[in-house]
């Protein structure tokens, strides 16, 4: 199943999720208005994706991948969100993801989107802040809250940076 289609905002960093980690996290600075134009690069056939990618959901044998289970999360949409939330994943060491083998697997079959990009700053945002709030209420661990929230500043920061530049020349591309 393949679509094109502008990309949501509402998918990538859901407000509300950003919202209740700053009832937990009251310095995390807001949103920014555009999340839309870093988003823009995103614009992209979309695909199924799997959404939870973690060691635990990858059945291998041999070191080969064989299957991969829990498709509670799946939807479809750009690759690059399956990407960054995979990055995002990697940085916890129990969740046994080698992100840098996953986009090498996918670079097999398809030219990978680079979840370094500031397209992909939106969904990395989105995925720190759920494992904050996993830390923060489902899971308690005040620890990993603390380092997760701290990660969500800092992609926010980054996002807010990305915003910023693409702002000016959205604005005349829209104007032309």
């Known amino acids: 199943m393949r679509s094109t289609s502008?990309?949501?905002?509402?998918?990538?960093?859901?407000?509300?999720?950003?919202?209740?980690?700053?009832?937990r996290a009251p310095g995390l600075p807001p949103l920014p208005d555009r999340i839309e134009d870093a988003l823009e690069a995103a614009r992209a056939p979309h695909r199924l994706l799997h959404l939870d990618v973690r060691g635990q959901n990858l059945l291998g044998r041999r070191?080969?991948?064989?299957?991969?289970?829990?498709?509670?999360?799946?939807?479809?949409?750009?690759?690059?969100?399956?990407?960054?939330?995979?990055?995002?994943?990697?940085?916890?060491?129990d969740n046994g993801i080698d992100a840098t083998a996953v986009l090498a697997g996918y670079a097999e079959s398809s030219t990978p989107p680079d979840p370094d990009s500031a397209a992909a700053l939106p969904y990395r945002l989105d995925t720190a802040i759920m494992l904050a709030l996993v830390f923060h209420s489902v899971a308690p661990d005040a620890e990993r809250a603390q380092v997760l929230t701290a990660r969500a500043e800092h992609l926010l920061t980054r996002l807010r940076a990305a915003v910023r530049s693409a702002g000016p020349s959205r604005e005349r591309e829209r104007q032309n």
């Open 6 to 23: 502008p990309p949501a905002s509402r998918s990538a960093s859901s407000p509300l999720r950003h919202a209740n980690l700053r009832l």
């Open 63 to 93: 070191g080969r991948l064989e299957a991969v289970v829990d498709w509670s999360n799946a939807l479809i949409g750009p690759p690059l969100m399956e990407l960054a939330r995979v990055a995002e994943y990697a940085l916890l060491p």
